[in-house]
């Protein structure tokens, strides 16, 4: 377990059948690059230099978000955030790497949600998924939109909140946000849940919807 907690994925190049995937692993905090061949993925052939703040993330709250820019002016730059690491600043800790150089930036932190997956967006922005649990209230989700032209190294960010929901909505553990195109060329963003092997008590349950006005500029502030 303590080598093989894999927590987010990402593709970096080519396809499923044919290509590169990105997976960031904590406990043991790592990203591999591993080959694809068939659907079958490979030995890792390699990984992505982590900043030296990284050693400072706790062993369950490592790398929970894990994307590749597809657009914009940082394209093809991998981007990852821990699930939690503020250390006290109000802001949580993310990178970008350019070219193999892990750089920092910044989400600020509303009501200590924790950053549970990102997924990019044609535009060069990010989608970024959050999940809070208290006993005394319990599950809640909020997904937040960064602007492409805010997501550099050194910035301070906070986006714009398209979807907040607690347990009065049909949400659970949400851990997983993707995006693709519809049949109708729509933006279908989907989510998915972790039950965390409690069938009792959790579900893994899979959402998706449409994100409207696409072309809406969303404005981050320090």
Avoid: C
Wanted: proline residues 4%.
């Amino acid at each position: 377990k303590r080598e093989q907690d894999a927590e987010s994925l990402a593709l970096l190049d080519g396809n499923l059948s044919r290509g590169t995937v990105l997976i960031g692993f904590e406990r043991v905090h790592r990203i591999g690059r591993f080959e694809v061949r068939d659907g079958l993925i490979r030995a890792p052939s390699g990984y992505l230099r982590l900043p030296t703040e990284a050693r400072r993330m706790y062993p369950n709250q490592g790398i929970e978000a894990l994307t590749v820019l597809t657009a914009g002016p940082r394209k093809g730059s991998v981007v990852a955030f821990a699930e939690r690491l503020t250390g006290g600043s109000g802001y949580h800790t993310g990178w970008i790497w350019i070219g193999t150089e892990p750089h920092r930036f910044q989400l600020s932190d509303i009501g200590e949600f924790n950053v549970t997956g990102a997924a990019a967006l044609p535009d060069g922005g990010l989608l970024v998924l959050e999940r809070r649990f208290r006993v005394t209230e319990g599950v809640k989700m909020r997904i937040r939109r960064l602007a492409a032209g805010e997501i550099a190294p050194g910035a301070r960010l906070t986006g714009r909140t398209l979807l907040e929901a607690d347990m009065s909505y049909d949400i659970d553990n949400m851990e997983g946000i993707a995006v693709h195109r519809g049949s109708r060329g729509e933006l279908v963003v989907s989510l998915i849940s972790d039950d965390n092997f409690n069938s009792l008590l959790q579900r893994t349950i899979f959402l998706q919807f449409t994100l409207l006005d696409e072309q809406a500029k969303s404005t981050s502030r320090p």
